[in-house]
């Protein structure tokens, strides 16, 4: 990693005796020998450990280790980090592709970055590494020969998108949806989409790509995916299969594993930026055969011989009632049993939300439901209704389950903090 050799030399003044850098690392339990540790929030009380491991380098905001050749010491270790990050993008060759958007975000970056990895050397944002840490951070995984770097960014706060999208560079954009996520602190959708297409101003149009039926996002210019005839590509004859979804973009047939419609769109986001890179159809096939999708999205799970769907990472209203929709038009001899809870970050009319999605629910033929949480204990006092059952925690539906709802096929949403996964 010459370049990042000399990025440290540029960045700090000083002309630092160091050969080999293995990696750049945030977590003291993961260094190596020659790995640079930059420590962040409680990281500088393992400084010596880590130097103790063979660190090459240390980044840390602590002067009492302001006399050791092998540690920087900063104001800040996060803007440094930052700072970093964006001096070594800008050495690079490799293309950037920013994504963001209410939903989606992680799924579709492991899509596309799936499907260029069939014809380049592709690296992509690990888990939900998304923010003003974890941007810089998978900045600083790149290598010089990588020539895409899939770059996931999240946000709650107005002002982070312009953030990251300086520190990455930029080449391409992707917005999945404008949605009711992060509420608490932007309010309204309005907020979340003036925020969310600041990207479009890194990027030259042809270089956007945007769902085009999302209300929002039909306003801006660039490269328009979904159903409507007004878009530049159109997905036609969608439909959902015991292997995923199958579906046509521009008259061309294409299969997803994952299922979901909203997974049909994420996937055909990831084909037309494909086509417009020079991918051919082949070529994009094979990438969304080979999709490593991260953990809890649509991940269907046998354990003890109960058939689990795992979709709860995360949860907004638009993501949730399409999980139910996607559960609800998949074919199944069994049963099926929802576990809906809570959502976070909805603001100040978040049981209204919750009413919401208990209403759209019950529009399904999906045969019960488990709710869990507060506010779904608040939003259930509006129902009657036989085939709603309210628990209180986690424990008490392992014991339903296990007592009533064995064979039936299980599915699982709400928001990260539930962790429904426990469940399993």
Same mark, same amino acid.
């Given at each position: ?50 130097? /103790?491991? $063979?660190?090459?380098?240390? !980044?840390? @905001? ?6 050791? &050749?092998?540690?920087? +010491?900063? %104001? ?94 930029? /080449?391409? $954009?992707?917005?999945?949806? !404008?949605? @009711? ?6 309010? &309204?959708?309005?907020? +979340?989409? %003036? ?230």
């Amino acid at each position: 990693m010459e370049k990042l050799i000399e990025t440290l030399n540029e960045t700090f003044g000083k002309i630092f005796e160091i050969n080999h850098i293995s990696k750049v690392e945030i977590d003291s339990r993961k260094i190596g020998k020659d790995d640079v540790f930059i420590a962040i929030n409680n990281g500088k009380n393992y400084i010596q450990e880590v130097l /103790d491991k $063979g660190a090459s380098l240390v !980044i840390c @905001d602590d002067s009492h280790w302001k006399n050791n &050749n092998k540690v920087i +010491v900063v %104001e800040d270790s996060i803007k440094a980090m930052q700072l970093l990050a964006k001096n070594y993008r800008q050495k690079l060759n490799t293309k950037i592709i920013g994504i963001t958007g209410s939903e989606g975000k992680t799924t579709t970056k492991d899509i596309i970055h799936g499907v260029l990895s069939s014809k380049y050397k592709a690296k992509k944002t690990l888990g939900n590494y998304n923010n003003h840490i974890g941007l810089p951070f998978t900045i600083l995984q790149l290598k010089e020969d990588d020539e895409f770097g899939v770059i996931e960014m999240g946000m709650s706060h107005k002002g982070e998108i312009p953030i990251l999208c300086e520190i990455a560079g930029i /080449d391409y $954009g992707v917005i999945t949806n !404008i949605g @009711d996520s992060h509420l608490e602190f932007m309010i &309204n959708r309005d907020n +979340v989409f %003036e925020e969310k297409s600041q990207i479009k101003n890194y990027i030259p149009k042809e270089n956007l790509f945007i769902f085009g039926d999302d209300v929002y996002l039909s306003k801006l210019l660039g490269n328009k995916i979904g159903f409507n005839s007004e878009n530049n590509f159109i997905i036609n004859n969608y439909t959902e299969t015991s292997e995923g979804v199958k579906f046509s973009l521009n008259n061309e047939n294409y299969l997803f594993k994952l299922n979901g419609k909203h997974n049909c769109i994420n996937a055909s986001i990831a084909i037309s930026l494909g086509l417009s890179l020079g991918l051919s159809k082949e070529e994009i096939q094979t990438g969304l055969d080979s999709v490593q999708v991260t953990p809890m999205r649509f991940e269907k799970i046998v354990k003890n011989g109960i058939f689990y769907i795992n979709d709860a990472y995360n949860a907004s209203p638009v993501s949730m009632k399409a999980s139910l929709e996607t559960f609800n038009n998949i074919k199944f001899d069994n049963k099926k049993l929802a576990i809906i809870a809570d959502m976070g970050e909805m603001g100040a009319d978040e049981i209204k939300y919750h009413k919401d999605v208990i209403d759209f629910a019950l529009t399904t033929e999906i045969d019960n439901f488990i709710l869990l949480g507060e506010r779904m204990k608040k939003a259930l006092e509006n129902f009657n209704d036989e085939r709603l059952i309210f628990c209180n925690s986690k424990e008490e539906i392992k014991e339903l389950i296990n007592k009533k709802y064995k064979d039936n096929i299980i599915l699982l949403k709400g928001s990260n903090f539930n962790h429904l996964w426990e469940i399993i």
